[in-house]
């Protein structure tokens, strides 16, 4: 019976943790490899602040604290614990380190602080560790009999977990959860569309940090005892094979592989060595880690979606309204259709009432590049570029292959930082501005590479990029669903009329990564469109798309400049130039080659030779 | 004074160690593109068939070329069988990290449930000893510090004068652009397999000499050693490896004799965090990569 009990409780602890993990891996794709510290953090901060004074007990086991605290502040401790532990990290999760690297460092720092606490005795009794720490309420509030104790806590530690769950649930469902799992998909992407990566992972790390510290004070109330041996780096592993073989990205999934790996392997074992207790001693601990590795590589090969895979999140789309008519239908192609995505450019309609009431202060140039420059290790990739993108226009970027238009282009987003110049929007220098804040001013920008949030419907990349609802935050997710309903319908709405007008509302509910390339072209734009730009930077909109749609991809662009729309387009194709945009600038081997439209061009002798006739 | 020059003789050991295991794993970074979390792992491997083939009587020299050989192979393997098929699918850095971490622990625990929990003792006369004041070698450290010196020079050779070497610096910086200038990078990769996997079987063999007592998992903490002397050099960069594992190497057993050895890591655990922070391109500031 007391056997059935631990079991229990180390399910549910483990159920706890994965989901915690599951949060910060699946969900958000902070692949934390230093997980298990913030469980550790979580036992002895519990155990710290129930166990009395280490003077009171004949100098057996040292360690700091020792507040003897009641019930539930031990608790509450461990996971404020785990959530402070998670600050120091932020800088390891920011924008510029790959994700790996910071894997790395995560896993380096567990290894070196179990290496530490090992050996430093002072700070919780060393290799021992920490023993007889008192459980909750066990000083005599309540006088159970220890069964019915154990039976209680089991029942608490169960319903505890289940809270874990449904508040998990709470927030991944929100907006600000389809920010994380946009986040996870791309985080570039995200960036230039107006995500605080920085803020939005530290906020991971630190709920992820909180729920392991919570899972480890809950543990060391039942086990009261908590040493180095039991927070080894290679735990994080069995914690992360449960989440893969689960399901990653599906918090169900990560109950089901809590209760498979760490609880499944650990019976396995027992009931083996049980009934054969002649085998060497090391032998079946070694096949258990044998095994784990085994798992994640295989499941990582034959189901990396787990068993359980993350569910689509379906969204209704609204019906047309009866004016709009045969949407979907390709003739009712975008240019047909150009004036029914009313408030569509809110904020850039905003923008011009502004600029009209002010008298037009600060004129038609809302974007200017001031000696730009770019250098990757000595090559030039952008060097002393000058030029002015004036409102409301349709602007051409032209130029051989390597003539530095991806990289101005990146510099304008913020996505890349200059090594020398100045770069205006609507008079303010942004130069200094990270991509996030640029897009939240309207300057947003689409990628060369195909760049949607693959494991994300249509609808969902439209909706993560739009700004201003309520629920993508955390504390918008945590007041629930009635807080951001509202916002979450307009976006919907706003959604639907900019995914009609491109004709993609059949496929609003499937996954973006399952379109076809000119499909997936398309999407980067509308998602762009969500972000209500002000400029719009695109990369190549129309490179590999059927030139049908090509044409009409290029209508919608110029119905937009005439509603006020600014866009600066990076782009192969003569011919669309010629058609759609004006003026044209030219690049070549990092500088401005020249500018006008392209009759203009035509004319210039050394812009036909770098360009025009090559 | 003399403290300090033995604790130099240490760190002069353990940098030549970990010189050789460093530049075999940011040379398979930079060319494979696979952070080989097994590496420690592969090791461990060479380690004990180097053992095995001196237990068996055979010279040291033929034991240290076997565990050469041996990792060798297994490194080719692992890559054809494990990583080149994750890789060709798409998948993420990320993901290869995971898997390389499941390999970690197929091959590390497989290996103790062959050779069961124990340390089996490697330790081998050490022939003459030799004094500079403070500072104490014996002949195998010396000859060990003769190997990682050796080493290092056909690395150099390697990359800067031969065609392998350049072509293995093209796929490193840019795999499709080598490819299109009609390198063969399948092969140079699978080559680069071969060397970085014979590198780390030497290293393996080399660390258990020079510790004396070895088991399946001495080589867990010494993998942080050499990810904190490849990050300070910057991942892919074989000469900022050589410098960061001699930086690494009497950082760590030099600080060990200043205060307690126990915490001797805590310079390789702070240095890597820093570069992480800082400057993850590494102390030379190589090539931004991705």
């Known amino acids: 019976m007391f056997y059935l009990i631990t079991l229990l409780v180390y399910g549910a602890v483990d159920v706890i943790a994965c989901l915690g993990l599951s949060q910060q891996f699946g969900v958000a794709g902070v692949t934390n490899f230093g997980f298990i510290i913030f469980q550790a953090a979580g036992a002895y901060v519990a155990a710290s602040l129930a166990l009395p004074s280490d003077t009171s007990n004949g100098g057996y086991q040292i360690y700091i604290g020792g507040l003897h605290l009641p019930f539930p502040m031990p608790l509450i401790g461990a996971a404020l614990a785990g959530a402070l532990l998670a600050l120091p990290f ?85 907006p600000y959860g389809r920010t994380l799992r946009a986040m996870r998909d791309n985080d570039k992407v995200a960036d230039s569309l107006g995500k605080n990566l920085v803020s939005l992972r530290t906020g991971v790390l630190v709920l992820g940090g909180a729920i392991a510290g919570l899972s480890g004070g809950v543990l060391v109330s039942f086990i009261s005892v908590w040493s180095p041996a039991a927070w080894s780096y290679a735990e994080t592993i069995v914690l992360f094979a449960a989440v893969i073989i689960g399901g990653a990205g599906n918090h169900r999934g990560a109950i089901l592989g809590a209760i498979l790996v760490p609880v499944g392997f650990e019976e396995v074992t027992r009931l083996i060595t049980n009934s054969n207790p002649s085998l060497p001693p090391n032998l079946l601990p070694s096949l258990q880690w044998v095994a784990i590795g085994l798992l994640i590589v295989l499941f990582l090969w034959f189901r990396p979606q787990g068993v359980l895979p993350e569910r ?65 290790g000595g090559v030039q990739a952008v060097s002393d570029v000058t030029f002015t993108v004036r409102r409301a226009t349709l602007t051409g970027l032209i130029g051989p292959n390597g003539a530095g238009k991806s990289t101005l282009l990146a510099l304008l987003a913020g996505t890349d930082r200059p090594s020398a110049g100045t770069i205006l929007y609507n008079g303010q220098d942004i130069t200094a501005l990270p991509a996030f804040r640029r897009a939240r001013m309207g300057l947003v920008r689409t990628f060369q590479l195909a760049s949607e949030f693959k494991r994300l419907t249509v609808m969902e990349n439209l909706l993560s990029a739009a700004p201003g609802n309520r629920g993508d935050s955390f504390r918008g997710a945590v007041a629930g669903r009635r807080y951001w309903r509202g916002d979450e319908a307009a976006a919907i709405a706003r959604a639907t009329d900019i995914l009609r007008r491109f004709g993609l509302d059949k496929l609003a509910n499937d996954y973006a990564g399952d379109l076809s390339g000119g499909q997936r072209r398309l999407v980067e734009i509308m998602r762009a469109l969500m972000a209500e730009p002000d400029v719009l930077l695109l990369d190549e909109p129309m490179a590999g798309v059927h030139p049908e749609l090509a044409r009409r991809i290029g209508d919608t662009l110029v119905g937009l400049c005439r509603e006020g729309l600014t866009i600066l387009m990076v782009e192969h194709e003569l011919a669309i130039m010629d058609e759609f945009c004006d003026p044209v600038i030219v690049m070549a081997e990092g500088s401005l080659l020249a500018e006008g439209t392209m009759a203009q061009l035509r004319e210039r002798t050394e812009v036909v030779e770098a360009y025009l006739v090559g | ?205 080399v660390f258990a000499i020079d ?80």
């Open chain 2, 1 to 205: 004074m003399s403290l300090f020059l033995a604790s130099v003789g240490f760190g002069l050991i353990t940098s030549a160690v970990l010189a050789i295991a460093s530049v075999g794993f940011t040379l398979q970074f930079a060319v494979t593109d696979v952070l080989n979390l097994a590496f420690a792992a592969v090791m461990t491997a060479g380690a004990f068939v180097a053992y095995w083939v001196n237990q068996a009587g055979v010279s040291v020299w033929i034991g240290l070329a076997a565990a050469m050989a041996a990792c060798s192979v297994l490194s080719v393997l692992l890559n054809l069988a494990v990583y080149a098929p994750f890789q060709r699918r798409g998948s993420s850095p990320i993901t290869l990290v995971i898997v390389s971490l499941g390999m970690a622990l197929i091959i590390e625990f497989g290996i103790q449930a062959v050779v069961g929990g124990v340390n089996v003792s490697y330790s081998m006369g050490q022939g003459r000893t030799f004094r500079a004041g403070g500072l104490v070698l014996t002949t195998v450290q010396i000859v060990i510090i003769a190997i990682s010196v050796a080493v290092m020079a056909a690395v150099h050779v390697l990359l800067r004068y031969s065609r392998l070497g350049k072509a293995m610096r093209a796929t490193a910086a840019n795999r499709t652009l080598a490819r299109n200038c009609g390198i063969r990078a399948s092969r140079v990769i699978t080559i680069t397999w071969a060397i970085t996997g014979g590198l780390c079987g030497l290293a393996g063999a």
């Open chain 1, 312 to 376: 689509k999140r379906l969204i209704a789309v609204p019906a047309p309204a009866p004016a709009a008519g045969q949407a979907g239908e390709p003739s009712a192609g975008p240019a047909a259709s150009g004036h029914d995505g009313q408030g569509l450019l809110t904020r850039g309609e905003v923008a011009r009432a502004r600029e009209g009431a002010s008298g037009a202060a600060g004129g038609d140039d809302i974007l200017q590049a001031v000696g730009l420059s770019r250098d990757f």
């Open chain 1, 90 to 174: 932020t800088f390891l999760v920011g924008r510029r380190l790959r994700g790996d690297f910071a894997a790395i460092g995560l896993l380096v720092t567990a290894v070196l602080l179990n290496l530490l606490v090992t050996d430093y005795r002072p700070l919780f009794n060393g290799d021992a560790g920490v023993a007889q720490v008192p459980g909750p309420l066990q000083s005599g509030i309540f006088i159970l009999s220890s069964t019915t104790y154990r039976w209680v806590f089991v029942a608490a530690v169960i319903v505890l977990a289940a809270g874990v769950y449904m508040f998990l649930r709470r927030i991944t469902e929100s």
């Open chain 2, 211 to 290: 510790i004396g007592s070895f088991g399946p998992t001495s080589d867990d903490l010494f993998l942080i050693l050499i990810l904190a002397a490849v990050f300070l050099g910057g991942p892919g960069d074989a000469y900022g490896a050589m410098i960061g594992a001699l930086v690494i190497g009497l950082g760590t057993e030099v600080s060990a004799a200043y205060i307690q050895p126990d915490y001797k890591y805590v310079i390789a655990f702070v240095a890597l965090l820093a570069m992480l922070a800082l400057r993850p391109t590494g102390l030379l500031g190589a090539r931004a990569r991705g």
